[in-house]
């Protein structure tokens, strides 16, 4: 019932405000007849530089275009169905159902908050920890009058997207990073539950850590040497450190894992948990899913470059690589001390060496990639064995283990591995001239290493609060007997396998 | 008349099944079972998590069959399942009191 009167205040929100959006953008659609890149065009450069930027109207190239289109639509399979069939799988029959269900319409509430006021929190500009409210209900980004639409800065000087679509691919990160951690509490939480933390979560924990790791003013706001400091400034609080992370090793993985780790904590351990049988019911989805995973993580990494071009390309051989090393290093882990080689630590190896590569793809070179992939697959094997033992928390699908593990191994090397010695592409060190330099590795190992410190923090607290409010009003966990009937017919009323 | 019930191993089936044809056997019930006997179940390794399987899959085997033919039935039923393997399974015979077919109504031995 909560869930429902939840979903139905969001949409006369998103009703009202969304009527009164569009009528001002039509008023006032003469001065905003040129959306030049909000990032770029607001750079607080001067006002000759302003209007020669409104002069020439940035357009976007079809290429990057189509690639950004194909990566989004790639990282929207990533949840549905690949986390979800991975994920699903690892349950027991009876709670298949449920867990398909937490994915799947936790990333479709997750789209619709993004569109009304997620992206405006995160990648406008407010403040070094939260945006603004600029693009609340997607304003300004299409201009009906005209039909033309906001730009997006890129990574390169004088290249834009369309914002919208920036939007669109964004979108798909906050979904799924919310949907990463439905694994951590499978099998026990309350659907409605879940869904009211989602919310709390994702606005005061997501929203901001995506504005302090990604936001800046784009290239182009470095128009000159004077407006070096104020421009950086305007960006997020962990970009301004000179964090390094590609594609969300902290925004989306190492949140997430925290997240699902206080949960794990906070709502308990599952009836009969080292006691009863909880083997997975098909490892057969769950490959599907990991497999679904692989190739949807190349949208998600390459398509983080945000064009198609060499860094992308670069991003996309060190995702095939690092991963296919991590599987490697996981079966070799298993063979070595289990005794035998599994079809789950294969599928988990992937998934390690997936998420250790995402803050490095495009950071990292050749054989570094190859070398991360290799520590990832190990350290997340003993994540999901040793640290789980050490840290005591039931968390069902091991998204600490392996997402937690894999992101803070991945942030890590990535300040080891960007360095030019050791074959990576460096960083740009100065906008204005895009410059590429490297910093000392022991440098950017010491910044990475606050980036991912302040993600657990901020991460941790968030979801202690979040989980408190969710438990003293909803409940956070269904009764025992529920439990024990499988979420599928207590939650949802359906049944995944008739035999 | 004799019910002649066999645990055997699932892979051996069709064997077994071939082996009871070649001596005249009209019908068999089949029923996937579990169990326990001396070869005892295994562990399964899922992540940290290990798990003991006590109960191994089998393949329980029914035959009704008249008393002339109940030596030679026990005895494809050993040929055909046997691996020498623990876990081969068991035969186990008792003594059946009545049949009927409910088509015709033939009872005893005609039903057979």
């Given at each position: 019932m909560n869930k429902l009167l939840i979903a139905f205040v969001l949409s006369l929100f998103a009703l009202a405000f969304g009527e009164s959006a569009f009528a001002q953008a039509a008023s006032d659609a003469a001065s905003a007849a040129a959306p030049a890149a909000p990032m770029a065009a607001a750079s607080g450069a001067s006002a000759a530089e302003a209007a020669s930027a409104a002069a020439s109207t940035p357009v976007a190239n079809k290429g990057d275009v189509a690639w950004m289109i194909v990566a989004t639509a790639l990282v929207i399979m990533m949840s549905v169905p690949a986390l979800a069939l991975f994920y699903g799988g690892l349950v027991r029959s009876k709670n298949m159902l449920s867990v398909l269900m937490q994915v799947f319409v936790t990333f479709s509430m997750i789209v619709v908050l993004w569109c009304i006021y997620g992206y405006s929190l995160a990648?406008?500009?407010?403040?070094a920890f939260f945006g603004g409210f600029d693009r609340l209900f997607m304003k300004d980004m299409f201009n009906p009058k005209d039909g033309t639409f906001a730009m997006a800065a890129t990574f390169s000087k004088g290249v834009y997207i369309p914002e919208l679509l920036f939007l669109a691919f964004q979108a798909t990160f906050a979904a799924i990073t919310c949907c990463l951690i439905v694994g951590a509490f499978?099998?026990?939480?309350k659907f409605s539950a879940v869904l009211a933390f989602m919310v709390l979560w994702f606005t005061f924990s997501y929203a901001p850590i995506a504005h302090m790791v990604w936001f800046w003013m784009g290239p182009d706001a470095y128009s000159a040497k004077e407006v070096v400091d104020a421009t950086n400034a305007k960006a997020g609080f962990i970009w301004q450190m000179g964090a390094l992370d590609f594609a969300g090793g902290t925004v989306v993985h190492i949140n997430a894992a925290v997240a699902g780790l206080v949960g794990a904590f906070m709502i308990?351990?599952?009836?009969?948990?080292?006691?009863?049988s909880f083997t997975p019911h098909s490892l057969t989805l769950t490959m599907v899913g990991a497999a679904l995973l692989w190739v949807g993580w190349f949208g998600f990494n390459a398509g983080s470059a945000l064009e198609a071009g060499n860094t992308a390309v670069l991003a996309f051989i060190n995702t095939f690589s690092a991963t296919s090393a991590a599987v490697l290093a996981w079966c070799i882990g298993e063979a070595v001390f289990k005794g035998k080689a599994s079809m789950l630590g294969a599928a988990s190896g992937a998934v390690a060496g997936l998420v250790a590569i995402t803050p490095a793809c495009g950071n990292v070179g050749l054989m570094g990639a190859i070398v991360i992939g290799f520590i990832a697959g190990f350290a997340c094997l003993w994540g999901v064995t040793g640290l789980k033992r050490m840290l005591g928390a039931d968390d069902s699908l091991d998204v600490f283990g392996v997402h937690g593990v894999g992101g803070i191994v991945g942030a890590l090397l990535t300040g080891v591995f960007n360095n030019q010695a050791l074959g990576g592409p460096g960083l740009v060190g100065d906008w204005v001239t895009a410059t590429v330099s490297s910093v000392p590795i022991m440098d950017q190992l010491w910044i990475q290493f606050k980036g991912v410190v302040i993600t657990i923090v901020w991460s941790g607290v968030v979801s202690l609060i979040a989980y408190k409010i969710v438990d003293m009003t909803i409940g956070l966990r269904v009764s025992e007997e529920d439990e024990r009937e499988g979420l599928d017919i207590t939650a949802h009323g359906e049944t995944a396998y008739h035999n | 008349m004799k019910m002649v019930t066999a645990i055997v191993k699932p892979f051996k089936l069709d064997e077994v099944r071939e082996a009871l044809s070649a001596i005249g056997v009209q019908g068999v019930t089949v029923t996937e079972v579990k169990g326990f006997g001396r070869q005892k179940g295994h562990t399964e390794l899922y992540r940290g998590a290990e798990y003991v399987v006590d109960f191994l899959p089998k393949v329980k085997i029914e035959a009704a069959v008249d008393d002339a033919i109940v030596d030679r039935v026990i005895e494809a039923i050993e040929a055909a399942a046997r691996t020498g393997k623990i876990g081969d399974g068991k035969i186990f015979v008792s003594t059946l009191e009545q049949v009927v077919?409910?088509?015709?109504?033939e009872t005893g031995k005609d039903a057979l």
């Open positions: 990648f406008s500009e407010g403040n499978a099998e026990r939480m308990g351990k599952r009836i009969g948990y080292g006691r009863e | 077919r409910i088509r015709t109504g």
